[in-house]
């Protein structure tokens, strides 16, 4: 049994127990055991409610079982769920003809997880490198930022920095190089130094790392330098994608101005997360034919990537992510978030930051790494009905559905302020 939390219940003590007692250890939940989700809301299984400000990782961007979407996977499930990519299925195709059209890219390749979308990107990336790029047989590099997180499988972790990531699974991949976050001159410098670079992959904003939103300028940059070099630009949208950060993809803030342009678009688009509204794995990876079309019959693939399940959730999550305008709500109660929040941080010495982009935000605490004050904060949050995670001890992540309304960031902003000055 682990240690007992006052504000659990017995009932969710049970659950927690089990969980402890039969479940791999690999993840350090906030004690809280959750049973329904609607729209914004969360339930424990004493039917108290919560806000969702973690949004699964922002994997429900749509809002927790928005009917929609449950609706067309119900339907589905009824129909056709898996046939294999041995045969055609009556939904992959149209469902990759819409994505490449709202997205802008030749082609698309769905997969299941985020992990298994970098790790198609990486070996697209590759096979590119020494096709088209003429980089010699097992030569080609991939850079990668300073404190991304792009996933969990071998070669995903294999681009890692952090220890907790690492340590203990080698030997990792080789043919990764990194350069710092935010920085287009080390960038610039790197792809001059070694010819043998074939790929940038890059969070736009990084997500797992505290929220650290780049410079205005920094990813057309990236765009400008990547193609200069010949070097492709590959965005790890699985996390900011799907209008968590205000537009549809975060890469699109590189240009703000010229949105039907698009002079800075990646080559290579990974999305994941959002993609299901939060209702099953599906991730993909668009690229353009140049790219996609490296890749040949029966040398990459997954059982369930592209089932009809998949194509039919996928479809109408980003249907109703347009069609009920949550991308122009997220920019808007994103605005009004910050501002509460920066409100907040002016009268609370403890909150040293405040950054986002739509509502993909965090505040920063005055603590270490290694202090518990983050967890404190969010059971403390969890008590007055509100689900925040730390990530890196004193980074607090602040991200809910984008379906939330103003009264509702009012409300949770009230929380959020109650909660934090009894830590000062
Ligand atoms: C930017 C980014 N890439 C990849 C992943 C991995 O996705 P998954 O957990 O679905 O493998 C995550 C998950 O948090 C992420 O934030």
Redesign the pocket.
């Known amino acids: 049994m682990i240690q007992t939390d006052p504000g659990i219940s017995a009932n969710s003590q049970q659950y927690i127990d089990k969980e402890d007692a039969f479940g791999a250890h690999n993840y350090h939940p906030l004690p809280v055991v959750l049973s329904k989700g609607e729209g914004i809301y969360l339930y424990d299984v004493d039917g108290k409610k919560y806000f969702d400000f973690l949004s699964a990782?922002?994997?429900v961007n749509q809002g927790h079982c928005h009917p929609k979407i449950i609706s067309a996977m119900t339907e589905q499930a009824k129909t056709l769920t898996l046939t294999s990519r041995a045969f055609y299925n009556n939904l992959l195709g149209e469902c990759e003809e819409y994505m490449a059209g709202i997205f802008g890219y030749d082609k698309v390749l769905l997969m299941n997880?985020?992990?298994?979308?970098?790790e198609s990107a990486m070996k697209l990336a590759r096979k590119w490198a020494y096709k088209v790029k003429g980089i010699a047989k097992d030569e080609a590099v991939i850079v990668f930022a300073r404190n991304?997180?792009?996933?969990?499988?071998i070669s995903?972790i294999s681009a890692s920095n952090d220890p907790d990531s690492t340590e203990g699974f080698g030997p990792l991949m080789r043919g990764i190089e990194w350069v710092d976050y935010n920085n287009a001159g080390q960038l610039e410098d790197k792809l001059k130094s070694n010819p043998n670079i074939c790929a940038f992959i890059v969070?736009p904003v990084?997500?797992?790392a505290g929220v650290i939103v780049p410079d205005e300028k920094y990813l057309a940059h990236v765009a400008e330098i990547c193609q200069k070099h010949n070097v492709l630009y590959i965005a790890?949208?699985?996390?900011?994608g799907m209008g968590r950060t205000g537009t549809l993809l975060a890469s699109d803030y590189a240009d703000p101005k010229n949105e039907g342009q698009k002079l800075h678009k990646p080559d290579v688009l990974?999305l994941?997360?959002a993609l299901s509204g939060g209702t099953m794995?599906v991730?993909a990876v668009l690229a353009g034919n140049e790219v996609m079309l490296t890749i040949k019959p029966g040398e990459h693939g997954s059982t369930f990537g592209g089932n009809p399940l998949a194509c039919a959730v996928a479809k109408k999550s980003i249907e109703v992510l347009l069609e009920e305008k949550m991308i122009e709500n997220a920019s808007k109660m994103g605005d009004l978030f910050r501002e509460g929040l920066r409100k907040i941080a002016d009268k609370n010495s403890l909150i040293t930051e405040v950054r986002g982009r739509g509502l993909l935000n965090a505040i920063e605490i005055n603590s270490s790494e290694s202090s518990s004050l983050g967890w404190q904060i969010c059971e403390a949050l969890r008590d007055h009905g509100l689900l925040a995670k730390p990530t890196h001890g004193n980074k607090i992540r602040l991200a809910p559905p984008l379906i939330i309304n103003e009264e509702q960031i009012k409300e949770a902003l009230h929380i959020i302020d109650k909660v934090m000055a009894k830590f000062i």
């Open positions: 990782y922002s994997a997880s985020g992990a298994e979308a970098v991304n997180f792009h996933g969990r499988t995903v969070e990084q997500g797992e790890d949208e699985i996390q900011t990974i994941g997360k794995p991730s």
